[in-house]
């Protein structure tokens, strides 16, 4: 297992957007960043930020189509 350089930072930032992010998801983020590092870690949390906020939306946890993530990215942008 790899961690970032200050990996209290890294969970103090996911703590920050509002969306509970437990410690197993920032150890496979950490994973995924270290063996393909092309996207950032911020990308991570962003595309799972706009899926909480898009099932919000619906007022369950569901599948969400890729136009229905799209949307509520769009919509997320616009209100930060």
Known sequence: ???FKK???T???FCKIKILMNHEFVQIVEDIHYQDSRYKVEAYVFVMEALSYTQKKFKSIKHVSADELLEGMKELLINK
């Open 11 to 13: 969970v103090i930032f």
């Open 7 to 9: 990996p209290f930072e």
């Open 1 to 3: 297992m790899i961690f």
